[in-house]
């Protein structure tokens, strides 16, 4: 018989690291649409990988920070780049070329939803259980009600612009259980490093084959790249590889909820962005399925209550 794995929890110190990451992140969408006005999307994608790595590896370089040798690693860091990076920074830019910044944040929340369904199935630390179960079904509630009825009959360009935003959050709930499991024990910062340089091998060539030579960046090109690479990507992946560690791939997926509001805010405030009724009301199902997932915002209100 074997003995049950405690469920990991998310500390205090893990939600303020959560909160944080999520303000940096849900001012990558407003970059991307900034960058996107001159920008071509694999363009974007490979400058954000790019210096995002060679920043990291200075770091690591300055630091001493051990860098794990092996081919194990090399595959590890690879799979994460793909998965964590190329897929799904090329989904959301692209998908951002046909909806509105504020919609991709919303829809990016799936994230968290699809997080704890690939966690539950592959640790036995983060099984799915009766509340989560109940947390995700209200969750994709609130997705099917962003995107509407009309993806399944009628698919144009902002149909397409919406999955290739779901595409991107199923991604990242794989690389999240992915580098759980492969990347325990390697410091965050060579983890980041070593997945973004796998990223930008692909990416570079990539770029240059389908977009061709970039175009000199405005001045605001260039924050809005700067952004992506050194705030967003950079020093979030920091962010992410601690969280990850400490709290798990499940609970990480409750940043991209946090993203959402921001994203909205921003894009109504900079871009003049307005979104529909219903995003809102797909966005809080979203967020009261993630609330029954996590559990303890019910649990302090049946204390309050009962006492």
Do not use: C
């Not at 994460?80 to 951002?96: E, K, R, T």
Request: charged share 5%.
């Amino acid at each position: 018989m074997s003995i049950p794995v405690p469920q990991r929890r998310l500390s205090l110190k893990s939600w303020g690291l959560l909160l944080l990451l999520a303000l940096i992140w849900g001012g990558s969408f407003t970059a991307n649409h900034t960058a996107l006005a001159q920008m071509p999307v694999a363009t974007v994608v490979a400058f954000r990988v790019s210096v995002a790595a060679a920043v990291l590896w200075a770091y690591v370089w300055a630091t001493g920070l051990p860098v794990p040798k092996g081919w194990r690693f090399a595959r590890s860091a690879a799979v994460m780049g793909v998965f964590n990076n190329i897929v799904p920074f090329s989904l959301i830019v692209w998908g951002q070329t046909h909806i509105p910044s504020g919609l991709a944040g919303i829809l990016n929340a799936s994230t968290a939803l699809f997080s704890v369904l690939v966690a539950a199935a592959v640790f036995p630390d983060e099984r799915l259980g009766l509340r989560r179960l109940t947390g995700v079904l209200i969750g994709l509630a609130g997705v099917a009600m962003v995107i509407g009825p009309q993806v399944l009959t009628h698919l144009d360009l902002t149909s397409l612009g919406q999955l290739a935003v779901l595409g991107a959050a199923l991604s990242y709930a794989f690389s999240g259980a992915w580098g759980r499991h492969t990347m325990q024990g390697v410091r965050p910062e060579v983890s980041a490093a070593a997945m973004l340089t796998a990223s930008a091998l692909i990416m570079l060539p990539a770029a240059w084959v389908l977009d061709g030579a970039p175009p000199f960046p405005t001045p605001q090109s260039w924050a809005a790249l700067l952004y992506l690479a050194l705030i967003a990507s950079a020093v979030a992946y920091r962010l992410f590889y601690t969280i990850l560690q400490q709290a798990g791939a499940g609970n990480i997926g409750l940043a991209t909820l946090l993203i959402a509001p921001v994203a909205v805010l921003l894009g109504a405030l900079l871009f003049h962005e307005t979104l529909p009724p219903e995003a809102f009301s797909g966005l809080a199902l979203l967020t009261l399925g993630l609330i029954v997932i996590d559990g303890r915002p019910l649990h302090w209100i049946t204390i309050r209550f009962s006492a």
